[in-house]
């Protein structure tokens, strides 16, 4: 088994249900047409659908969903404004949130690529289209269409990067998962650059110690480990471990894996003794949950294994 991978990389992924489901429009619209009774009507619309869903009424949110879509395009139709144009946007993503919901990811996309390209020409909308894009990424990325999923998450850091202030958290998960599949499609030098990136965002904004800072060191250090720089893969996974250490605790199994992970970055650079203390933590720690762990700790015992066959 390939060191790079037994490595034990992790992928926090951010989707649109970890903030507010819908785009946060514009406070101070530069349209008059923007009246708050259209906004209460928008934010109506969204709390029926959830009301519908949280009752097990699936097919009365969809049924109120597609006539909001079709009053929408209408008005969009007869009048081609700003407010007509955010009106839509809204209809459109409440329903590609309920089409997630649902599974049904292709629709999902589809209705929010048609709200991204609606909101694009609207002024003081760069947070909308930020979520847009994000949302638009993370369906590509499970649809397992990598390319485009990078791009997208490209564009979504950078419209996150013009706020003000820049919105890092969001900068920092969405720099993560376009590095993961630039890592998947060979381009690792680009990969190091975003994790770079991501990480020193963190470590201002989050601290040395804190878990977000841990998963990018852990992932730098993977990357690291797969291009043959064995310096500062243990680097990276020591720097992950203290940080695990510190705020998730000694047996937390992200804990144990960096135990792991240094075990291979310790044995790839010839230092057996240091690999096979780190293996027998890992171990360690994995079973003490071994119920919930097994799959995790059935890696690390095969590649422990593995380790001390070829001792010689």
Same mark, same amino acid.
């Given at each position: ?65 597609? #006539?909001?879509?079709? *009053? ?6 007869? #009048? ?6 955010? #009106? ?6 409440? +329903? ?20 991204? %390209? ?5 002024? %003081? ?47 920092? %998960? ?8 630039? *890592? ?18 963190? !470590? ?5 110690? !804190? ?17 043959? !720089? ?16 510190? +705020?998730? @605790? ?8 960096? !135990? ?7 044995? %790839?650079? @010839? ?9 027998? *933590?890992?171990? @360690? ?28």
């Amino acid at each position: 088994m390939n060191s790079d991978a037994s490595d034990l990389e992790q992928l926090d992924f951010w989707t649109a249900s970890n903030e507010a489901s819908v785009c946060e429009f514009s406070k101070n619209p530069s349209t008059p047409e923007m009246q708050s009774s259209s906004i209460n009507h928008m934010h109506m619309l969204e709390e029926r659908v959830r009301a519908h869903i949280n009752k097990g009424e699936l097919s009365d949110a969809i049924s109120l969903c597609e #006539e909001a879509m079709g *009053k929408a395009r209408a008005r969009l139709e007869a #009048e081609d404004s700003e407010v007509h144009r955010i #009106e839509l946007v809204y209809a459109l993503e409440v +329903s590609a949130d309920l089409c997630r919901e649902e599974g049904n990811h292709s629709d999902g996309l589809n209705l929010y690529i048609e709200a991204l %390209d609606l909101i694009k020409p609207v002024a %003081d909308q760069a947070e909308c289209q930020a979520r847009l894009y994000t949302s638009v990424a993370v369906l590509q990325d499970y649809l397992e269409m990598p390319v485009e999923a990078i791009r997208h998450y490209q564009l979504a850091i950078a419209q996150f990067e013009s706020l003000n202030p820049p919105a890092d958290l969001d900068i920092i %998960d969405l720099s993560n998962n376009a590095a993961f599949l630039l *890592k998947l499609e060979g381009h690792l030098d680009e990969a190091e650059a975003l994790y770079l990136k991501a990480l020193n965002i963190s !470590h201002q904004s989050l601290g040395q110690h !804190h878990e977000q800072t841990a998963t990018l060191s852990n992932n730098l250090g993977a990357l690291y480990l797969q291009t043959g !720089h064995h310096q500062r893969a243990r680097e990276m996974h020591l720097v992950a471990l203290e940080g695990r250490r510190m +705020s998730l @605790g000694e047996t937390h199994p992200e804990t144990a894996q960096s !135990h792991a992970n240094l075990a291979i970055a310790f044995s %790839d650079g @010839g230092d057996r003794t240091s690999a096979n203390q780190h293996y027998q *933590k890992a171990i @360690g720690i994995y079973e003490l949950s071994a119920a919930d762990l097994a799959e995790d700790l059935a890696v690390v015992r095969e590649n422990y294994e593995i380790f001390n066959s070829s001792d010689d």
